[in-house]
């Protein structure tokens, strides 16, 4: 008697000689899989065969060399004397009286933006001003953020002529080191003598590197997850707290980043991409964790966004724009502008009901 196995594998064989006879006649069986014979080379099925459409990658040229990620790109963060100054934008372009809604609106309120001397944290802060805010910038780089803070108080007058001096903002400037518990809680501490209490917070404070994941050094990593998580982590729970004691509403909104979910290419950065999956799943545990105390917790994840750094960064390295901008479905990189209706929308109450959500500004590059 024939053992099960057996008779499947006869049965098996049986069907696959029938096929390649009809194969051999000219005749296609009715299947979606296509029946290869035995000899046949598997080069001749056009949707196994490897091809050489795309550019020659370190194991010669091959399809998808353009999803891989170069360890030849590395992009060190520049020292703070290096950094370009981020210019202030445009703002309310001057009195005006377009209809919205008023719950847009973060009057009486004061928001907190780390990182908020330049790039990304610098425009998003001058939103919040400009939709009637009160101001705290905290970066590493004191003296920028006060520089900016006048800046910012001076084109919100120029733009808003006539305003009574007790109408203008209230910016000020706070040192801190993001990843340090005891400089955070002395930050803080001054922000409330000087404003009297906290609303609403923005995390920005953050940074990239492109190394390939075995050269990357180690102290640099620990910087950079000091920054973007530990940072995010400290100040979130500083202000959290502060508003739970008060037993008032807040909103917070964390600045991850579209590499929280995907990996760029071609630029190596691991831990970075780590980092940001952290910030956002942090902003979603924070949510429901804060949720019963009416605390709101969102992400925002940008994509490539044209600040004075990256502008920089692609002087230095050309190529990487032709790259980054193929991948990107609208065909172009962001502007820090681009986030300055989000970060308004997730602070006001026109996002009340929203919280543990993700809001990626990226041009539609994770959805391809």
Aim: aromatic share 6%; net charge neutral; with cysteine.
């Amino acid at each position: 008697m024939f053992k099960p196995s057996f008779a499947r594998t006869a049965v098996r064989a049986a069907s696959q000689a029938r096929a390649a006879a009809r194969i051999a006649n000219g005749v296609r069986p009715i299947s979606t899989t296509r029946v290869m014979l035995k000899d046949e080379p598997k080069d001749k099925d056009p949707f196994t065969a490897a091809t050489t459409a795309a550019p020659g990658g370190a194991s010669g040229q091959h399809e998808g060399a353009w999803a891989r990620t170069d360890e030849n790109v590395k992009i060190e963060y520049p020292e703070d004397h290096e950094m370009p100054r981020s210019p202030i934008v445009q703002g309310r372009g001057g009195m005006h009286f377009k209809r919205t809604l008023a719950s847009f609106s973060l009057e009486g309120k004061v928001s907190v933006v780390t990182g908020g001397a330049r790039g990304l944290g610098l425009v998003m802060g001058q939103a919040l001003v400009n939709s009637g805010s009160h101001l705290a910038i905290v970066d590493l780089n004191k003296e920028e953020a006060e520089e900016q803070a006048r800046k910012l108080v001076q084109q919100f007058s120029d733009e808003n002529p006539g305003l009574d001096p007790e109408d203008l903002p209230k910016v000020t400037a706070h040192y801190s080191d993001v990843s340090d518990p005891e400089s955070v809680n002395k930050a803080f501490a001054e922000i409330l003598a000087a404003h009297g209490k906290v609303d609403s917070l923005v995390t920005s404070a953050g940074f990239t590197e492109n190394f390939d994941a075995i050269s990357y050094p180690y102290d640099r990593i620990k910087k950079l997850w000091g920054v973007n998580v530990d940072g995010t982590y400290l100040w979130s729970t500083t202000v959290a707290k502060h508003l739970m004691e008060r037993k008032s509403p807040g909103s917070i909104v964390m600045i991850g980043s579209m590499s929280g979910a995907i990996v760029n290419v071609p630029q190596p950065q691991a831990p970075y991409n780590a980092a940001k999956a952290a910030v956002r799943h942090l902003a979603a545990s924070f949510a429901v964790e804060w949720a019963g105390h009416n605390i709101r917790v969102n992400c925002i994840s940008p994509g490539y966004m044209l600040t004075a750094l990256t502008r920089k960064i692609l002087d230095e390295n050309p190529e990487l724009n032709k790259k980054w901008t193929s991948l990107i479905p609208v065909g172009k990189m962001g502007t820090p502008e681009d986030l300055m209706g989000a970060v308004t929308f997730l602070l006001s109450d026109a996002a009340r009901y929203v919280t543990g959500a993700e809001l990626r500004v990226d041009g539609g590059y994770t959805v391809t």
